[in-house]
Each structure stands twice: as structure tokens, then as C-alpha cells.
């Protein structure tokens, strides 16, 4: 009983305590790097996913259809109309440098718990020598290699519109519906020997 | 132990000759009576005359394809024994496990890799239920002939089975979250999930999805799936049931990776990747039939597999115990 009273008042704590009293303790403390890099990483893609909405309100809706027609000419519209509104775009817009940083070492560190035959298994079907940037399409005729579940599981979640996607030894942000690159983190993938 | 039926030697082919030329001096079993009363009946001769018969009535027959989409001859020729098939032991949908078009994916892609090879069918509005592969643009999921309903992974039902087409290529949390929160609500005797890579395999090439497996087995298991199909591999291999589930990988419908099962593989308990393959299924009550055939429509493995029992849920009455 003397414990769940002690929790009650320290989850109380925040709310009874003055306003100037949090502000000067959150002063105190510095912000979490990785935790402001990770937010700020979250705010870019909402941001995206913003305009990704915008330009689908502006082409016509497609759901299920026979035609293959169809698809294609609605995911390139798609496609067109994201970058009329993005047109400077550039790598890291969304990703961010301090993000890359993280995603760089989350990856790192993922790839040395692995066996070397695993670490090749993830490689396996690479297209190594594809050529990247930002609002490029995704070629159909080069294979979506699957990212490694476990490592998903460790990265921010992303909305339905967008992907992770290891191509080579980077990071591509993806946008599934529109079969766009929206933006790349180079050298993140390390190179390890067998 | 057998990993392929016609690999090296020609003995075995020579054993089984002698062996079918004994037939008539045994009894045969019930399974070859079905499937010479049904060759009989139906089957031209010289197609796709090794498949079986169903045993039941009523049951839930289905095709499993994957790797398909190459629009080459060998898919071509797959898609004609399929619908052979189909006269003898007809078939009510497929199950398609990846890799649908390979290469381009323009309008007339489309057709060479998927309507034309399996018109016959589609012209019978046998319907197909896709799952995407890694060489899949995503948006496959809009293509109605594919019935994936616009989603990237999905359910189904057919009498009591129920079907998990996942998506192996991008395993997210909310779609682990989706394939837990599915299975615990399915009341059905059979589950069955079906993607593109295989949680064990023993080929040379790409072998099992470990990590895959470490993030969807214990799902599995908790939730009592009987089977899973996958496809990636490109040939024919029945694991050993593995915790007490059968894996099929079953990815040459089109493509071949001649050779490539590990030769002493201790998973194996059939494999056949000397040609394409696609496989034929029936689910009857508690009992799944199952029979991999070849691209020239010989039967390479056949058996049967029984529902597992899910194990007993925790009560749901909030009582702490």
C-alpha cells in the first residue's frame, strides 16, 4: 500500500510541481540526442506524408482494377505530381544528417550481431550498381530486396506511403505508392568481411 | 534420404519402373486406385496424367504457384498442366507465392507473365490469391485478378480455412501486430500462411529466413498454423514438420535453380529440383492431401499432413492467474 501511494505521488509529481520548478529541472537536463534525432525524423516524414496526400487529391483514385493500365498510369501521375511539389528536393531532406547517424549505427550494430552468412544472406540480390537520387523511380526490373525483419523492428515505424529499402550499401526511403526514391542515406550498409 | 526423386542416377528411375510393372501382383493402396480410376475418367493421356484424384466429395481443393512470372516457355508449359490438372482433380482457386512478374512491370507485362500463361483458368474464373515477392512492385496489390483487396498482406476464408497471405518482403511491427491480432481470432481448424520466403529451406542459394523465422514462428506455434507455403527457392522441397508445422517451399512454377538443394540436408523430407513444379491441395476436416507435380506432369511427392491443435488459450476472463 505504502509503495502504490509513493508511485501515485511521483506520477502526481509533474502536475503538482509549479511550471517554472519543470522548466528549470528540464533545463538541467540536456536533450537525448538520439531521441531529437529520431522526433525530428518523424516530424520530416509527417511532413512528407502531408504533401504525398496532397499530390494523391490531385490524381484520380485508383483501388482495384483488371487493367494494368490503370495502375501505371496512376502510380506515374502520382509520381509526377510529388515532384512538381518537391522539385529541389535533396538527400537528407527527410532523413536528416543526425538521423543518418543513428540509422548509420542502429545498422552497424545490427549487422555485427549477424554470422557472416547471414550478413552475405542480407546482401544476396543486391543491385549494387544502381544509381541513385532523390525523386528518381524505382526501376521495376531490379528486385526490392527484403529488409531484414529483425533490424525493422528496431527503426522508427513508418506510415503505409513509405518504406525502408536497403539498395547497395544504402538506405532508401521509398514511397510505395508512387514508386519514388524520396530520399537516400549513403554508406550506411557497412562492409564486412565474411 | 530422398532430397530429389530423379537427381543423379538412373537407378531409382529403373527401380520404380520395376515396381510399377509389379503393381498388378499387390494390392494397390487407396490413393493409386483414385488415381488410376481418375486417369481413366479424365486425364489426356500423356499430360498432366500423374495427378491424383481427390479423396473427398466436399473438400477444399486449391493450386499453389510460385516464382511464376518469367512469361518464358517453362511457365507456359506449368500453366498448361495446371489446367490439366484441373480435370482431374478440380480445383477451386490458387495460391500464388511471390514473385508474380518478374522484370518489367508495364501493362503488357501483365498479360505475357500472368493472363495468357493461366487463361485457361482465368477464363473458368478460377480465382488467384497473390503474395508479393521480392521482385514485386507493391502496387501488384491493386490488381484485381490478384485478389489482394489493395493490401500489401491479407486473410481469407474457404469453409473452415483460414488463409494468411503475408508479406515477407517488409515484416514492419504493424504488420507482426496484424498477423497476431488475425490468428488469435481465428477459430478455424486449419491455418494456413502462405509468402514468399521460406522460414527453413535447404538450398544452396538462399536457405532459411532466420530472421523471419525468429519474428513469425513463435506466432505460429501460439496460434496453432498447421502449414506454411512459401516460394524464393526455386524448386520443389517438403521439410521435415519442424515444431510439429510442415513447411512446402514451392517456388519453380517458372523458374529453376536445377541442383540447388543441399545434397544431406537433415530438413528435407522430399525435394525435386531437377524441373518446375506447382503442387495441388485438398483439405478434408482434419486431414490436408497434398501432391507436387512436375512441369511434364509427373507426381513428385504426395502425402498427407493433419490439422495441429492450437494450444489452449490463457482465459480471457481478466482474472489473474
Keep these: ?194 | 534420404m530422398s532430397t530429389c526423386l530423379h537427381r543423379s542416377s538412373r537407378w531409382p528411375a529403373l527401380l520404380l519402373a520395376l515396381f510399377l510393372g509389379a503393381l498388378p501382383l499387390v494390392a494397390p493402396p487407396a490413393p493409386m486406385l483414385a488415381r488410376a480410376a481418375a486417369i481413366q475418367a479424365a486425364a489426356p493421356a500423356g499430360a498432366a496424367g500423374g495427378t491424383l484424384a481427390p479423396r473427398a466429395e466436399k473438400s477444399v481443393r486449391f493450386a499453389v504457384i510460385g516464382d511464376s512470372g518469367t512469361g518464358d516457355k517453362p511457365q507456359y508449359q506449368v500453366g498448361e498442366r495446371l489446367a490439366e490438372s484441373r480435370s482431374v482433380f478440380p480445383f477451386e482457386f490458387v495460391l500464388m507465392l511471390g514473385d508474380n512478374i518478374y522484370g518489367g512491370e508495364r501493362p503488357e507485362d501483365f498479360e505475357k507473365k500472368f493472363e495468357r500463361p493461366y487463361k485457361a483458368l482465368l477464363d473458368l474464373k478460377i480465382p488467384f490469391y497473390a503474395s508479393l515477392g521480392n521482385h514485386d512492385d507493391p502496387n501488384q496489390r491493386f490488381y484485381k485478378p490478384f485478389n489482394m483487396d489493395g493490401k500489401r498482406f491479407y486473410t481469407f476464408e474457404k469453409d473452415d480455412v483460414r488463409f494468411f497471405a503475408l508479406d515477407s518482403n517488409y515484416m514492419d511491427q504493424a504488420q507482426v501486430e496484424w498477423v497476431e491480432k488475425e490468428l488469435s481470432a481465428s477459430k478455424n481448424t486449419w491455418k494456413i500462411a502462405y509468402f514468399h520466403h521460406p522460414l527453413y529451406s535447404s538450398g544452396a542459394r538462399h536457405g532459411s529466413e532466420v530472421d523471419l523465422r525468429e519474428l513469425l514462428e513463435p506466432l505460429f506455434l501460439k496460434y496453432g498454423v498447421s502449414v506454411v507455403f512459401s516460394g524464393h527457392e526455386h524448386f520443389y522441397e517438403r521439410l521435415k514438420p519442424q515444431n510439429g508445422i510442415t513447411y512446402i517451399t514451392n517456388g519453380g512454377a517458372a523458374k529453376l535453380r536445377e541442383g540447388n538443394i543441399r545434397v544431406g540436408s537433415e530438413m528435407t523430407a522430399k525435394g525435386f529440383d531437377t524441373d518446375r513444379s506447382y503442387m495441388l491441395v485438398e483439405i478434408d476436416d482434419k486431414t490436408m492431401h497434398f501432391q507436387a507435380l512436375s512441369r511434364t506432369g509427373e507426381l513428385v511427392d504426395s502425402g498427407s499432413v493433419e490439422a495441429v491443435k492450437a494450444p489452449p488459450r490463457p482465459p480471457s476472463d481478466g482474472a489473474v492467474r
Design chain 1, 1 to 194: 500500500m505504502t509503495r502504490f501511494v509513493l508511485i501515485l505521488a511521483l506520477s502526481l509529481l509533474p502536475v503538482a510541481m509549479p511550471a517554472g520548478m519543470a522548466l528549470a529541472a528540464s533545463q538541467e537536463q540536456p536533450a537525448n540526442p538520439i531521441g531529437t534525432a529520431v522526433l525530428g525524423f518523424k516530424d520530416r516524414v509527417a511532413e512528407y506524408i502531408k504533401l504525398h496526400k496532397e499530390a494523391a487529391s490531385k490524381v484520380p483514385k485508383v483501388t482495384k482494377t483488371s487493367d494494368a493500365t490503370d495502375m501505371q498510369s496512376r502510380e506515374a501521375a502520382l509520381a509526377a505530381t510529388i515532384k512538381q511539389l518537391r522539385p529541389h528536393a535533396k538527400e537528407l531532406d527527410v532523413f536528416g544528417t543526425d538521423f543518418r547517424a543513428v540509422l548509420a549505427r542502429e545498422v552497424r550494430r545490427d549487422f555485427l550481431g549477424r554470422s557472416a552468412a547471414d550478413r552475405q544472406a542480407v546482401m544476396q540480390e543486391q543491385p549494387l550498381k544502381m544509381r541513385l537520387s532523390v525523386n528518381m523511380t524505382y526501376p521495376t526490373d531490379k528486385p526490392l530486396k527484403t529488409f531484414p525483419a529483425q533490424l525493422l523492428q528496431k527503426l522508427p515505424e513508418l506510415p503505409p506511403e513509405l518504406e525502408y529499402r536497403i539498395v547497395g550499401h544504402h538506405i532508401v526511403l521509398r514511397d510505395v505508392t508512387a514508386n519514388l526514391v524520396v530520399d537516400v542515406a549513403r554508406d550506411i550498409v557497412p562492409k564486412i568481411a565474411g
